[in-house]
T-cell receptor, first 113, second 112 residues
């Protein structure tokens, strides 16, 4: 158990819908990262927050957004869902930034029908 | 740009065989960090090791060992006396500061 929690574990929804994925980092970790794992793209970095502020952005679609709250949990919002958004979404956390080990949550498997 | 190449898509071995997973990376940074993660069939990503670019010492942890060679930009992972429980996808990853850049992964199948 990495100490990072993600909910829900599975999510099945329809095209055009909006969903919210939730992540609680390890106790004491200030940095939260979101990654997407799909068969065609592999593991891709989406976005990072550090102590409530956005710090780095990857190839995150405009339909996707995220935030980190004062209690350091984070949410990833996916809207206008398409079939191609079906993937495993991971959250990771680390104490700081700059090369700290990232510990991953169990992931949320999103299926868009 | 940073890049990680895991040329071995899939490896099959018989239990108790030794197996080496290759990882080659590209970066222009002088300070960077390398990682290995394991993804078992259950799907989670499990951290195995972290190495910074200034530490080329090889590391051994039980049946696992890692060989870091800056001269060839490689960070290879060896499992000695493999076991069925080692069956998983193994990812090599690289970062200079924040985001991890992952390789495509190597599927390891250990047969009894």
């Amino acid at each position: 158990d990495s100490g990072v929690t993600q909910t829900p574990k599975h999510l099945i929804t329809a095209t055009g819908q909006r969903v919210t994925l939730r992540c609680s980092p390890r106790s004491g970790d200030l940095s939260v990262y979101w990654y997407q794992q799909s068969l065609d793209q592999g593991l891709q970095f989406l976005i990072q927050y550090y102590n409530g502020e956005e710090r780095a952005k990857g190839n995150i679609l405009e339909r996707f957004s995220a935030q980190q709250f004062p209690d350091l949990h984070s949410e990833l919002n996916l809207s206008s869902l398409e079939l191609g958004d079906s993937a495993l979404y991971f959250c990771a956390s680390s104490p700081r930034v700059g090369g700290d080990t990232q510990y991953f949550g169990p992931g949320t498997r999103l299926t868009v029908l | 740009a940073q890049k990680v190449t895991q040329a071995q898509t899939e490896i099959s071995v018989v239990e108790k065989e030794d197996v080496t997973l290759d990882c080659v990376y590209e970066t222009r940074d002088t300070t960077y960090y390398l990682f290995w993660y394991k993804q078992p069939p259950s799907g989670e990503l499990v951290f195995l090791i972290r190495r910074n670019s200034f530490d080329e010492q090889n590391e051994i942890s039980g049946r696992y060992s890692w060989n870091f060679q800056k001269s060839t930009s490689s960070f290879n992972f060896t499992i000695t006396a493999s076991q069925v429980v080692d069956s998983a996808v193994y990812f090599c990853a690289l970062t200079n500061r924040d985001k991890l850049v992952f390789g495509a992964g190597t599927i390891l199948r250990v047969k009894s």
